[in-house]
Protein backbone atom coordinates (compact mmCIF):
# COMPACT_ATOMS: atom_id res chain seq x y z
CA UNK A 1 0.00 0.00 0.00
CA UNK A 2 1.35 3.91 -0.64
CA UNK A 3 0.61 6.46 1.64
CA UNK A 4 0.71 10.11 0.22
CA UNK A 5 3.36 11.44 3.45
CA UNK A 6 5.92 9.41 1.47
CA UNK A 7 5.90 11.71 -1.73
CA UNK A 8 6.36 14.95 -0.07
CA UNK A 9 8.56 15.84 -2.53
CA UNK A 10 11.63 16.37 -4.03
CA UNK A 11 12.14 20.23 -3.41
CA UNK A 12 15.35 22.17 -1.50
CA UNK A 13 11.98 22.43 1.30
CA UNK A 14 10.69 18.81 1.07
CA UNK A 15 14.46 17.79 1.47
CA UNK A 16 14.90 20.31 4.23
CA UNK A 17 11.80 18.62 6.07
CA UNK A 18 12.74 15.27 5.65
CA UNK A 19 16.21 16.51 7.35
CA UNK A 20 14.20 18.33 10.38
CA UNK A 21 12.30 14.57 10.48
CA UNK A 22 15.45 12.35 11.52
CA UNK A 23 17.13 14.84 13.69
CA UNK A 24 13.70 15.05 16.08
CA UNK A 25 14.12 13.06 19.18
CA UNK A 26 12.57 9.50 19.24
CA UNK A 27 10.46 8.81 21.99
CA UNK A 28 8.71 5.30 22.80
CA UNK A 29 5.40 5.89 25.13
CA UNK A 30 4.33 2.48 26.24
CA UNK A 31 0.45 2.21 27.19
CA UNK A 32 -0.39 0.56 30.07
CA UNK A 33 -3.71 0.36 28.98
CA UNK A 34 -2.71 -3.05 27.76
CA UNK A 35 0.02 -3.87 30.77
CA UNK A 36 -1.07 -7.03 33.25
CA UNK A 37 -2.56 -5.07 36.34
CA UNK A 38 -2.40 -8.03 38.88
CA UNK A 39 1.55 -7.04 37.99
CA UNK A 40 1.50 -3.38 36.68
CA UNK A 41 4.39 -2.80 38.75
CA UNK A 42 6.70 -5.55 37.47
CA UNK A 43 5.49 -4.69 33.68
CA UNK A 44 6.60 -0.71 34.48
CA UNK A 45 9.77 -1.57 35.51
CA UNK A 46 10.61 -4.04 32.75
CA UNK A 47 9.81 -0.99 30.29
CA UNK A 48 12.23 1.13 32.53
CA UNK A 49 15.18 -0.95 32.45
CA UNK A 50 14.90 -2.09 28.61
CA UNK A 51 15.33 2.24 28.95
CA UNK A 52 11.80 3.57 27.88
CA UNK A 53 11.66 7.10 28.71
CA UNK A 54 8.18 7.62 28.87
CA UNK A 55 4.80 5.94 30.18
CA UNK A 56 1.55 6.24 28.60
CA UNK A 57 -1.80 6.14 30.63
CA UNK A 58 -4.98 6.27 29.16
CA UNK A 59 -7.88 7.48 31.19
CA UNK A 60 -11.57 6.64 29.67
CA UNK A 61 -14.58 7.71 31.20
CA UNK A 62 -17.46 5.11 29.43
CA UNK A 63 -18.99 8.20 27.77
CA UNK A 64 -16.42 10.14 25.84
CA UNK A 65 -15.79 6.53 24.71
CA UNK A 66 -17.20 3.46 25.39
CA UNK A 67 -14.82 2.05 27.51
CA UNK A 68 -13.91 2.94 31.42
CA UNK A 69 -10.10 2.42 31.97
CA UNK A 70 -8.55 3.50 35.47
CA UNK A 71 -8.07 7.26 36.90
CA UNK A 72 -6.27 9.19 39.41
CA UNK A 73 -5.92 6.34 42.13
CA UNK A 74 -3.28 4.64 39.69
CA UNK A 75 -1.65 7.15 38.44
CA UNK A 76 -1.07 8.38 41.80
CA UNK A 77 0.13 4.60 42.99
CA UNK A 78 2.46 4.85 40.34
CA UNK A 79 4.28 7.93 40.75
CA UNK A 80 6.29 7.64 43.43
CA UNK A 81 8.07 4.75 41.69
CA UNK A 82 9.11 5.35 38.46
CA UNK A 83 11.14 8.35 36.95
CA UNK A 84 9.60 7.96 33.96
CA UNK A 85 7.66 10.58 32.40
CA UNK A 86 3.91 10.42 32.38
CA UNK A 87 2.23 11.33 29.85
CA UNK A 88 -1.54 11.01 30.42
CA UNK A 89 -4.03 10.71 27.83
CA UNK A 90 -7.56 12.51 29.09
CA UNK A 91 -10.06 10.31 26.94
CA UNK A 92 -12.78 11.87 28.90
CA UNK A 93 -16.03 14.39 28.63
CA UNK A 94 -15.12 17.85 30.03
CA UNK A 95 -11.76 17.23 30.63
CA UNK A 96 -11.15 20.64 32.10
CA UNK A 97 -12.81 19.20 35.15
CA UNK A 98 -10.10 17.00 36.18
CA UNK A 99 -6.99 18.21 34.54
CA UNK A 100 -5.78 19.85 37.40
CA UNK A 101 -6.22 16.52 39.99
CA UNK A 102 -4.01 14.54 37.18
CA UNK A 103 -1.48 16.95 37.40
CA UNK A 104 -1.33 16.81 41.10
CA UNK A 105 -0.99 12.81 41.16
CA UNK A 106 2.06 12.84 39.17
CA UNK A 107 0.74 13.56 35.23
CA UNK A 108 4.11 15.30 33.36
CA UNK A 109 1.93 16.05 30.17
CA UNK A 110 -2.03 16.26 30.11
CA UNK A 111 -3.42 15.31 26.99
CA UNK A 112 -7.12 16.21 26.21
CA UNK A 113 -9.22 15.34 23.02
CA UNK A 114 -10.34 18.58 20.96
CA UNK A 115 -13.39 16.65 20.48
CA UNK A 116 -14.00 16.65 24.31
CA UNK A 117 -14.90 20.40 25.76
CA UNK A 118 -16.13 23.09 24.26
CA UNK A 119 -13.45 25.66 25.67
CA UNK A 120 -9.95 24.20 24.20
CA UNK A 121 -8.14 27.37 25.03
CA UNK A 122 -9.64 27.55 28.50
CA UNK A 123 -8.51 23.84 29.48
CA UNK A 124 -5.00 24.28 27.85
CA UNK A 125 -4.54 27.72 30.33
CA UNK A 126 -5.71 25.26 33.58
CA UNK A 127 -2.92 22.69 32.88
CA UNK A 128 -0.26 25.31 31.80
CA UNK A 129 -1.23 26.89 35.17
CA UNK A 130 -0.06 23.70 37.21
CA UNK A 131 3.47 23.59 35.20
CA UNK A 132 2.52 20.33 33.56
CA UNK A 133 3.51 19.98 29.78
CA UNK A 134 0.30 20.51 27.93
CA UNK A 135 -0.98 17.67 24.68
CA UNK A 136 -3.84 18.02 22.25
CA UNK A 137 -5.55 14.61 20.17
CA UNK A 138 -7.51 14.35 17.33
CA UNK A 139 -9.82 11.19 16.86
CA UNK A 140 -9.44 10.08 13.22
CA UNK A 141 -12.54 11.23 11.51
CA UNK A 142 -11.11 15.14 13.23
CA UNK A 143 -8.84 17.27 10.43
CA UNK A 144 -5.52 17.73 10.83
CA UNK A 145 -6.76 21.70 10.50
CA UNK A 146 -8.34 21.36 14.05
CA UNK A 147 -4.88 21.74 15.65
CA UNK A 148 -3.54 24.54 14.07
CA UNK A 149 -4.76 27.42 16.18
CA UNK A 150 -3.38 25.78 19.21
CA UNK A 151 0.08 24.73 18.35
CA UNK A 152 1.68 27.79 19.23
CA UNK A 153 0.32 26.66 22.90
CA UNK A 154 0.62 23.59 23.63
CA UNK A 155 3.78 20.64 24.08
CA UNK A 156 2.10 17.69 21.83
CA UNK A 157 -0.33 17.20 19.16
CA UNK A 158 -1.27 13.31 19.19
CA UNK A 159 -3.03 11.86 16.49
CA UNK A 160 -5.26 8.70 16.92
CA UNK A 161 -4.40 6.20 14.28
CA UNK A 162 -7.61 3.87 15.43
CA UNK A 163 -11.09 4.74 17.11
CA UNK A 164 -10.21 5.83 20.63
CA UNK A 165 -11.28 3.02 23.11
CA UNK A 166 -9.73 -0.27 22.84
CA UNK A 167 -6.64 -1.41 22.50
CA UNK A 168 -5.41 -3.97 20.46
CA UNK A 169 -6.74 -2.52 16.95
CA UNK A 170 -5.44 -2.28 13.46
CA UNK A 171 -3.87 1.12 12.36
CA UNK A 172 -5.77 3.22 10.36
CA UNK A 173 -3.38 3.86 7.50
CA UNK A 174 -5.02 7.46 6.13
CA UNK A 175 -4.48 8.92 9.50
CA UNK A 176 -0.50 8.87 8.89
CA UNK A 177 -1.01 11.68 6.14
CA UNK A 178 -2.70 13.59 8.70
CA UNK A 179 0.59 13.08 11.03
CA UNK A 180 2.70 14.14 8.12
CA UNK A 181 0.18 17.55 7.48
CA UNK A 182 0.56 18.48 11.07
CA UNK A 183 4.14 17.67 11.21
CA UNK A 184 4.98 20.22 8.24
CA UNK A 185 2.69 22.87 10.30
CA UNK A 186 5.13 22.10 12.81
CA UNK A 187 8.18 22.72 11.02
CA UNK A 188 6.68 25.93 9.11
CA UNK A 189 5.87 27.54 12.45
CA UNK A 190 9.29 26.87 13.67
CA UNK A 191 8.09 24.86 16.79
CA UNK A 192 9.81 21.79 18.70
CA UNK A 193 6.20 20.60 19.09
CA UNK A 194 6.48 16.80 19.99
CA UNK A 195 3.91 14.96 17.37
CA UNK A 196 2.72 11.50 18.72
CA UNK A 197 0.62 8.58 17.16
CA UNK A 198 -1.58 6.23 18.89
CA UNK A 199 -3.27 3.43 17.53
CA UNK A 200 -2.23 -0.01 16.12
CA UNK A 201 1.31 0.70 15.87
CA UNK A 202 3.91 -2.62 15.68
CA UNK A 203 7.72 -3.09 14.63
CA UNK A 204 6.17 -3.32 11.13
CA UNK A 205 4.52 -0.17 10.75
CA UNK A 206 6.71 2.05 13.15
CA UNK A 207 8.84 3.31 10.79
CA UNK A 208 5.86 4.08 8.56
CA UNK A 209 4.63 6.51 11.52
CA UNK A 210 8.28 7.93 11.68
CA UNK A 211 8.45 8.74 8.60
CA UNK A 212 5.05 10.48 8.16
CA UNK A 213 6.93 12.58 11.30
CA UNK A 214 5.74 11.42 14.03
CA UNK A 215 8.34 11.40 16.81
CA UNK A 216 6.55 10.07 19.88
CA UNK A 217 5.13 6.24 19.65
CA UNK A 218 2.12 4.63 21.81
CA UNK A 219 2.45 1.14 21.52
CA UNK A 220 0.23 -1.29 24.04
CA UNK A 221 -0.11 -5.18 23.30
CA UNK A 222 3.01 -4.85 20.86
CA UNK A 223 5.34 -4.16 24.35
CA UNK A 224 3.35 -5.53 26.98
CA UNK A 225 3.29 -9.49 25.83
CA UNK A 226 5.75 -12.29 26.38
CA UNK A 227 9.17 -10.35 26.96
CA UNK A 228 8.66 -7.47 27.96
CA UNK A 229 11.85 -6.05 28.07
CA UNK A 230 12.73 -8.03 24.61
CA UNK A 231 10.21 -6.02 23.10
CA UNK A 232 10.73 -2.43 24.07
CA UNK A 233 14.38 -2.93 23.32
CA UNK A 234 13.25 -3.94 19.90
CA UNK A 235 10.81 -0.96 19.43
CA UNK A 236 14.10 1.46 20.91
CA UNK A 237 16.17 -0.03 17.83
CA UNK A 238 13.70 0.52 15.29
CA UNK A 239 13.41 4.29 16.28
CA UNK A 240 16.91 5.11 16.32
Not at 50 to 56: K, T, Y
Not at 118 to 137: F, L, M, S
Not at 169 to 194: F, H, W
Amino acid sequence: MEYDFLFIGKSAADKALRAEMRSIMNILSPSILSADFWKLGEDIKAVEGAGVPWLHVDVMDGLFVPSISYGMPVLKAVRPHTDMFLDVHLMIEKPERYVEEFAACGADLVNFHLEATEDVKGCIDKIRATGKKVGITIKPATPAEAVEPYLELVDMVLVMTVEPGFGGQKLIPECLNKVAVIRKMITDRGLATDLEVDGGINLDNVALALDAGANVIVAGSAVFKDDIAANAKAFLAKMQ
